[in-house]
């Protein structure tokens, strides 16, 4: 598909939000489920919690997978409640427009970028930078496509789009930034596959936790220099 990559509009930022966020969803509960609710740890407990109950209520088999079956329930609607957190502690700079712009459009070397279907003019993915004065680096931030319109190669326009910004911004003001940077789940090899083509290296990689002290899994910093 034809896609336009251009700076964000006001009336771009609902949209952006829907799609970073179906992004996140689809990628902080499946890792959530794969990795904390459904480890071995926590099925054994839910096991033997089971078996407990049903020899105190005097009950048979029948009664013992039911109640195991309700602890699932139970497990999945905390699950959910646990990731409402999160994604609102992660979408803090997508709260409202004003605090939107401030983060990306107000800074030196900051920007945002959408990538518009030329034929329906529907946004469709996005793309951020952030300048980290701290570190001399370039930090890129929410890159996101919508779900129907990935592996078409508008990760990879949106990518380039952002690393021209980067170079012109290198060449202007002639500052001594180090490179380009971004954090990615180990999880998330479709990203990590466009940036490697476009000349990310792995720097370092380390594990995180989140959703009450559960693993979450491994990040990983991918550095381009300048």
């Given at each position: 598909m034809d896609?336009l990559?251009r700076p ?6 609902h ?8 992004g996140l969803y ?5 890792v959530?489920m794969?990795?904390a609710?459904w480890s071995?740890?926590?099925q054994?407990a839910?096991?033997?919690?089971s078996g407990a109950l049903?020899?105190v209520?005097q009950?048979d088999?029948?009664c ?12 999945l609607?905390y ?9 609102d502690?992660d979408?803090k700079e ?11 459009c107000n800074d030196s070397g900051g ?11 529907a946004?469709?993915g996005?793309?951020g930078?952030k ?11 929410r890159?996101s496509?919508?779900a129907?319109?990935r ?5 990879g ?5 952002l690393?021209d910004?980067?170079?012109k911004m290198k ?21 990590i596959?466009?940036y490697?083509?476009?000349g ?5 990689s380390?594990f995180v936790?989140c ?8 990040l990983?910093e991918?550095v381009?220099?300048?």
């Amino acid at each position: 598909m034809d896609v336009l990559i251009r700076p964000v509009q006001q009336g771009d930022f609902h949209v952006i939000k829907s799609v970073i966020s179906k992004g996140l969803y689809e990628h902080y509960f499946s890792v959530y489920m794969n990795t904390a609710f459904w480890s071995i740890k926590v099925q054994s407990a839910m096991f033997i919690l089971s078996g407990a109950l049903s020899r105190v209520l005097q009950s048979d088999v029948a009664c013992a997978f039911a109640i195991y079956i309700s602890l699932q329930l139970l497990g999945l609607f905390y699950a959910k409640h646990l990731w409402r957190q999160h994604m609102d502690e992660d979408m803090k700079e997508l709260a409202t427009w004003k605090r939107f712009t401030d983060f990306y459009c107000n800074d030196s070397g900051g920007g945002f970028w959408v990538a518009m279907d030329t034929m329906t003019s529907a946004v469709v993915g996005s793309i951020g930078v952030k300048f980290r004065p701290d570190l001399k680096t370039l930090e890129i931030k929410r890159l996101s496509v919508s779900a129907k319109h990935r592996r078409s190669g508008i990760g990879g326009k949106l990518l380039m789009k952002l690393l021209d910004h980067c170079d012109k911004m290198k060449e202007e003001e002639e500052s001594n930034l180090r490179g380009i940077t971004l954090l990615v789940n180990v999880t998330q090899q479709d990203a990590i596959r466009v940036y490697r083509k476009h000349g990310f290296k792995l720097r370092k990689s380390h594990f995180v936790s989140c959703f009450g002290g559960l693993s979450y899994g491994t990040l990983c910093e991918y550095v381009r220099p300048l």
